[in-house]
């Protein structure tokens, strides 16, 4: 049976294969993980159709193929054969139900899988189910940002003991890493990852990765968007102290069910102002100017594998509330690397925050074929001129 890099929507031309999971000659059964794979909008996994031997590898790790091209073979074997399953098998002796890279993970994290509710069929454990039950390790008291509740996860760092310089002391992903360079410096450990790191022939470089899959898609696109569209940036200070009120006050009425931020703020007014100057909500197509017929705004998220833009669909005609609620699970899913094909396409419009790194002004690029984009900044309590009297004012 041949095994092909799979074709996930109609715009997805190639692949890239991130991981092996199994080697040739490995006994497996249907549903099992074979692979990881990259495209360029999402990371996934690809399950055995069928119980049998994986007789051949063909594909690398790392390697960039066409949709169609033959990666791996396997040989089938009928039900009613016994089958020589290995450690690293769906249902090992204890009787744990879940993929191999899920049982992985959970070693690395130790947690315990028998006590976790799969997602997948007959409630299979999922990768996504173990790293979602490691982030609930993390009390609820303490305001840290997804990226970094991972990131801590992974480095094995106590955010008790992180100290958060984001908007109201949240723990951001800078934090973490702050932590671990301090713990090294303490115990005179060498940098993280310096003993693997391949070296040039003149000891140049400290590490060297190639730039593949979403990463690299993401580069062409901005790259060929930075270059084919004329950029007019326009840049403005505005009032945001009955911005900021609102806000407050939104989150003192939905106390208890939902928390608003200031980019579901951002998504919403965006979204109305579009629907009122539909000229902005628009593309170019070859000699023709576009006008989109719904309101879908991205919402740029920085991930470990480069920069995403989940979309909120319709969001000219979703409640406040709505809006945090997708837009948390769209985010949580891109930083997990869980993207669904229909997560990243269809955007008519983009907003990119920078607010919580400290920056004041920027000039973003614009995800073609939209026709403009939004660059938040951050809000600043400064003093103001205001009717010939000098007030403190949130900018």
Known sequence: MNIVMPKLGLTMTEGTLTRWLITAGQSVRQGDILFEFESEKSSLEYECPANGVMSSLVVAEGETVPCGTL???????????????????????????????????????????????????????????????????????????????????????????????????????????????????????????AAEAPRDAEGIFRKRAPVTGVRRVIGQHMSSSALSAPHVTLHTEVDATFFVAARQQLNMELAGQVRISYNALFVACAARALRTFPQVNACLIDDEICTYSAVNVGLAVDTERGLLVPVIRNADRLSIDEIQQIGDTLVQRALLGKNLPDDLSGGTFTITNLGMYGIDAFTPIINQPQAAILGVGRIVNKPVGLNGKLMLRDR
């Open 71 to 193: 990666v791996a073979l396997l040989e089938p074997i009928k039900v009613t054969e016994p089958v020589n399953l290995i450690e690293e098998t769906a249902v090992s002796p204890t009787g744990i139900y879940a993929t191999p890279a899920a049982k992985r993970r959970a070693r690395e994290l130790n947690i315990d899988i028998v006590n976790l509710a799969g997602r997948g069929v007959n409630g299979r454990v999922h990768l996504i189910d173990v790293e979602s039950a490691a982030e609930k390790t993390v009390p609820s008291t303490i305001n840290v940002t997804p990226l970094a509740k991972r990131l801590a996860t992974d480095m094995n760092v106590d955010l008790t003991q992180v100290v958060g310089h984001g908007p109201g002391g949240r723990i951001t992903r800078d934090d973490v890493l702050t932590a671990v360079d301090n713990l090294q410096d303490k115990l005179n450990l060498p940098e993280v990852g």
